[in-house]
């Protein structure tokens, strides 16, 4: 019996990785050694997603052949196909994917498989097909059709394509890859654990992301995007200070601020504040770009807390023309990349993964027959 807890596991060092590393303190984030402010805005997300599953950045023939099983294996299964109307009318985006994804195990190739190959095989196809999953919902939900995939464009330009039934700008396409490559990992997050835990059971792939899908939409996590847009939208613009600071003293949290491992900047926001300020100057409104600004500031005076990735991601995304309950399915999108690396690297190095609890409840109970409870 273990006798000392910490509380959310703060700190607890609960699996090896060789795939991402944060320094807290100094606000870095590196991907397999590669530091985040080189990849972004020069890797694409292709590249990220081999290099995070298959261990290297792809030369051109690996990167050829990549984004060749990317398209091979981009058309979900016809059981998730023939579900997606009816789960659009019934789920909300996140709860969808979840069931798509389960759905789409059943006509995966490898479906027996934990092998590392099937493994690979199955990550390439998971991250193909999770922007299809979130475009072919969101045509259902809304009566739109989606337009073929494009085979000049990346998987971020085809999925504002079939989002938005707009061709992309290429500037917007540049900017929402560079979102992609921001999202991709990040060590023991709540999402990424989750879908480990499951792996380490030996468990297969797709059982393990739709543990982390689940994860990763509780506003704590990957769904604080949404909320930050809802409170942008919710507050007048020239009245942020004052509602922060209503909301604080009411006791709330405000979404997309602080962090269990930076201390300092998120040095994806850094990245994301840069974004949101060109394409807010694109738009020729800049209101939510302000506005998330002042929000920083009153934040930061009050509590002395930084925005983590969440909060400048929700205006970019909107101001690409995103729906906002879109924003963490999109999230999923970039960190399919990461999370079945991460099974990949837990299935090739398996040990069960089970923590100890420390008991607080009652002790010595006599056992009574149910007359005389
Ligand atoms: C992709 C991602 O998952 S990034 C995180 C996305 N989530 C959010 O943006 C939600 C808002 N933020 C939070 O809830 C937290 O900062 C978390 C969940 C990210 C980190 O949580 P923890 O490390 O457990 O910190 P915890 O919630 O205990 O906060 C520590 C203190 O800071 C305060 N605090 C932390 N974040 C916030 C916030 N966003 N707004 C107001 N106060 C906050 C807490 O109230 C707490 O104060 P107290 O010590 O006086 O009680
Ligand atoms: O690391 C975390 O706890 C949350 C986070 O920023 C992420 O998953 O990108």
New binding site residues.
């Given amino acids: 019996m273990a006798d000392k807890s910490t ?2 596991l ?1 700190d607890v060092v609960a699996a090896s990785t060789a795939l991402s590393d944060i320094d807290g303190k100094a606000g870095r984030l590196f991907y397999r050694g590669y530091d985040i402010h080189d990849l972004a805005g020069r890797a694409t997300f292709e590249e990220v997603a081999h290099l995070l599953q298959r261990g290297r950045l792809p030369d051109r023939a690996e990167l050829a052949a990549y984004s060749e099983s990317l398209a091979a294996g981009r058309e979900p299964g016809p059981l998730a196909a023939a579900n997606i109307a009816e789960i659009a009318g019934k789920q909300t985006p996140m709860e969808a994917l979840r069931s798509l994804v389960s759905l789409a195990a059943a006509d995966d190739p490898d479906k027996d498989s934990t092998a590392h190959e099937a493994n690979l095989r199955k990550a390439a196809r998971l991250t193909a097909q999770q922007p299809v999953l979130v475009a072919r919902y969101h045509a259902a939900r809304t009566g739109g059709s989606v337009p073929d995939a494009d085979p000049e464009l990346s998987i971020a330009g085809n999925f504002l394509l079939q989002v938005t039934g707009r061709r992309p700008e290429p500037r917007q396409v540049e900017i929402f890859d560079e979102c992609l490559v921001l ?1 991709a990992d ?1 060590t023991m ?3 990424t654990f989750a879908a480990r835990v499951c792996a380490a059971t030996l468990s297969d792939m797709h059982s393990a992301i739709v543990a982390a899908i689940g994860t ?1 939409k509780g ?7 949404e ?2 847009m809802k409170t942008l939208e919710s507050i007048p613009a020239d009245g942020v200070a004052q509602a922060v600071r209503e ?2 003293a009411a ?11 930076y201390k300092t900047e ?1 040095p994806r926001a850094t990245h994301l504040r840069r974004m949101s300020a060109e394409l807010a100057e694109a738009a020729g409104d800049d209101t939510y770009y302000r506005m998330s600004k002042e929000m920083e500031e009153v ?1 930061f005076e009050a ?1 002395g ?1 930084y925005p ?4 400048y991601a929700a205006s970019v995304y909107h101001y690409l023309g995103i729906p906002t309950d879109l924003f963490t399915p999109v ?1 999923s999108i970039s960190r399919m990349s990461g999370w079945t690396a991460h099974v990949i690297e837990q299935h090739a190095d398996n040990r069960l993964i089970r923590p100890d609890s420390e008991y607080i409840g009652e002790t010595d109970q006599k056992w009574k027959p149910i007359d005389e409870r």
């Fill in positions: 509380k959310g703060a999202h990040h997050n709540a999402s990763l506003p704590l996590h990957g769904g604080a995007n909320q930050v909301k604080l006791g709330e949290k405000i979404m997309g601020f602080g962090h269990r491992v998120d934040v509590k807390l983590n990735v969440d909060f999230f």
